[in-house]
């Protein structure tokens, strides 16, 4: 049984997650816009990773017997225009959420919560590899200077990423 402290918080999470999702369909856009479909695709296969991420917390509020809150979810701005400054955005946005995931295990830890604190260990380890895609992905537009063929190439690189979680969240919902 959860506290409602951990359960309200975890809520907060799962806002977060979808509001991240959000970003990254609104990222993706724009990136469409400007014809950059590869690097729109990656974007859309991060959207799905964010509402996994929400619905892995959802699924783990009903099976502890508490209750989702679904609150609003504020549209995103999305101010950077260039490839580069999309995975700045990408990069400092992570970096919040590593810092919201932080806290919510120290609120699992503090009230000594070791199934929360299970549960949201796997989410600090997925945060390593989130910050760490956008940092490699900086890189190498940084190794690619200003040249529009080095970021055509990457863009038709960054296209053949592919989902690696169920997109069928129904399972995870219901478990």
Same mark, same amino acid.
């Given at each position: 049984? *959860?506290?409602?402290?951990? +359960?309200?918080?975890?809520?907060?999470?799962?806002?977060? @997650?979808? $509001?991240? /999702?959000? %970003?990254?369909?609104?990222?993706?856009?724009?990136?469409?816009?400007?014809?950059?479909?590869?690097?729109?695709?990656?974007?859309?296969?991060?959207?799905?990773?964010?509402?996994?991420?929400?619905?892995?917390?959802y699924?783990?509020?009903?099976?502890?017997?508490?209750?989702?809150? *679904?609150?609003?979810?504020? +549209?995103?701005?999305?101010?950077?225009?260039?490839?580069? @400054?999309? $995975?700045? /955005?990408? %990069?400092?946005?992570?970096?919040?959420?590593t810092?919201?995931?932080?806290?919510?295990?120290?609120?699992?830890?503090?009230?000594?919560?070791?199934?929360?604190?299970?549960?949201?260990?796997?989410?600090?380890?997925?945060?390593?590899?989130?910050?760490?895609?956008?940092?490699?992905? *900086?890189?190498?537009?940084?190794?690619?200077?200003?040249g529009?063929?080095?970021?055509?190439?990457?863009?038709?690189?960054?296209?053949?990423?592919?989902?690696?979680?169920?997109?069928?969240?129904?399972?995870i919902a219901?478990?």
């Open positions: 049984m *959860l506290s409602q402290k951990i +359960a309200d918080r975890i809520n907060v999470q799962i806002n977060r @997650e979808m $509001f991240s /999702a959000y %970003l990254y369909m609104a990222m993706s856009a724009k990136m469409a816009q400007h014809g950059y479909n590869g690097i729109a695709s990656w974007l859309m296969v991060q959207y799905h990773e964010e509402m996994f991420h929400a619905m892995k917390l699924g783990y509020l009903i099976d502890q017997g508490a209750a989702p809150r *679904l609150d609003k979810i504020d +549209a995103p701005a999305v101010k950077a225009s260039t490839v580069k @400054e999309i $995975f700045e /955005a990408t %990069l400092e946005h992570e970096k919040f959420i810092g919201s995931i932080r806290e919510l295990l120290e609120l699992a830890l503090t009230e000594k919560d070791y199934a929360t604190e299970n549960l949201v260990r796997w989410y600090v380890n997925e945060q390593v590899e989130e910050e760490k895609n956008a940092m490699d992905i *900086l890189q190498t537009l940084e190794l690619l200077g200003d529009k063929q080095g970021v055509f190439m990457l863009n038709i690189e960054l296209g053949k990423r592919k989902p690696s979680i169920a997109l069928d969240f129904t399972s219901a478990s």
